[in-house]
T-cell receptor
Framework: AQSVTQLDSHVSVSEGTPVLLRCNYSSSYSPSLFWYVQHPNKGLQLLLKYTSAATLVKGINGFEAEFKKSETSFHLTKPSAHMSDAAEYFCVVSDRDDKIIFGKGTRLHILP | DTGVSQDPRHKITKRGQNVTFRCDPISEHNRLYWYRQTLGQGPEFLTYFQNEAQLEKSRLLSDRFSAERPKGSFSTLEIQRTEQGDSAMYLC????????????????FGPGTRLTVT
């Protein structure tokens, strides 16, 4: 069985400071992992994906995530937050049966 | 625009009424998925089509829910005798038949239909 846990429901950072959104997963197989972003009144947008290639994955808008099998983690980071990064972020795990499981989401607040 | 589209974007209905939502996937994507997202939660899988065949249904999909994809292109999701607990965002996604490394199919999401049952 697969599952994903987003450790923080809300994260607040000041503009220009680093962002860290935490995600831990559980999967029976070697998983594929994704981060999606959801802005208000907009569809889910794929930020980045890990599919068993390089463990450090770079995505759009300066985000990146590192797959750490020993820690079963896939945390999302960005060196410097921008006001436009304020949104809901979802960590997603998928395995061989083509099901994808979403975490409950982390709402990122950017303080001016 | 060649993304996934959903119609309507918002629907308000009274309890007991039937509603139908439509999803148009990315052209030539043969996999289509429906999800439901309630407030403060991530999307939850409802059902999945490959072409016109409905291959899987979640236990969340009660017998009041029915989904179709008659010609393997657009899909409809109908909810009969709506209840207040059906209030949610209903998301549609599509993917091609070409998997990523690892055999996973990348899903592209539409903007969703927000249902409010009063």
């Amino acid at each position: 069985a697969q599952s994903v846990t987003q450790l923080d429901s809300h994260v607040s950072v000041s503009e220009g400071t680093p962002v860290l959104l935490r995600c831990n997963y559980s999967s029976s197989y070697s998983p594929s992992l994704f981060w999606y972003v959801q802005h208000p009144n907009k569809g889910l947008q794929l930020l980045l994906k890990y599919t068993s290639a390089a463990t450090l994955v770079k995505g759009i808008n300066g985000f990146e995530a590192e797959f750490k099998k020993s820690e079963t983690s896939f945390h999302l980071t960005k060196p410097s937050a921008h006001m436009s990064d304020a949104a809901e972020y979802f960590c997603v795990v998928s395995d061989r049966d083509d099901k994808i499981i979403f975490g409950k989401g982390t709402r990122l607040h950017i303080l001016p | 625009d060649t993304g996934v589209s959903q119609d309507p974007r918002h629907k308000i209905t009274k309890r007991g009424q039937n509603v139908t939502f439509r999803c148009d996937p990315i052209s030539e994507h043969n996999r289509l998925y429906w999800y439901r997202q309630t407030l403060g939660q991530g999307p939850e899988f409802l059902t999945y089509f490959q072409n016109e065949a409905q291959l899987e249904k979640s236990r969340l999909l009660s017998d009041r829910f029915s989904a179709e994809r008659p010609k393997g292109s657009f899909s409809t999701l109908e909810i009969q005798r709506t209840e207040q607990g059906d209030s949610a965002m209903y998301l549609c996604a599509s993917s091609s038949n070409a998997p990523l490394a690892g055999g996973i199919y990348e899903q592209y999401f539409g903007p969703g239909t927000r249902l409010t049952v009063t």
